[in-house]
């Protein structure tokens, strides 16, 4: 099984950029594919970001196209989301996931991280 932990999180000003980290243990990283979830106060969790086993393919929510980026480094274990021009509505609790196969957008994730707030100010 592969255990997840995030990390970067925290307060920043709207327009700011945040970085977080998943760290994974446990078995081979480079078998899964890796995808960043985040939950909104009073909504439904929802796909922010993904990428294939090999870094190869990515996937984003519209939402954030062109100012989130994921990236891994299969030698450090280690997935990423790089968050530029942050907004407000940006804030929520953000998650890291992994999963078996090859689709990137979906729900259907096995392994989660316990999750890092993020929370953008206006």
């Known amino acids: 099984q592969v255990q997840l932990v995030e990390s970067g999180g925290g307060l920043v000003q709207a327009g700011g950029s945040l970085r977080l980290s998943c760290a994974a243990s446990g078995r081979i990283f480079s078998s899964y594919v890796m995808g960043w979830f985040r939950q909104a106060p009073g909504k439904e969790r929802e796909f922010v970001a993904g990428?294939?086993?090999?870094?190869?393919?990515?996937d984003y929510a519209d939402s954030v196209k062109g100012r989130f980026t994921i990236s891994r480094d299969n030698a450090k274990n280690t997935v990423y989301l790089q968050m530029n021009n942050l907004k407000p509505e940006d804030t929520a609790i953000y998650y890291c996931?992994?999963?078996?196969?090859?689709?990137?957008?979906?729900?259907?994730?096995?392994?989660w991280g316990q999750g890092t707030q993020v929370t953008v100010s206006s």
């Open positions: 996931a992994a999963k078996a196969g090859l689709i990137i957008m979906t729900m259907e994730y096995r392994y």
């Open positions: 990428m294939s086993r090999s870094g190869s393919m990515t």
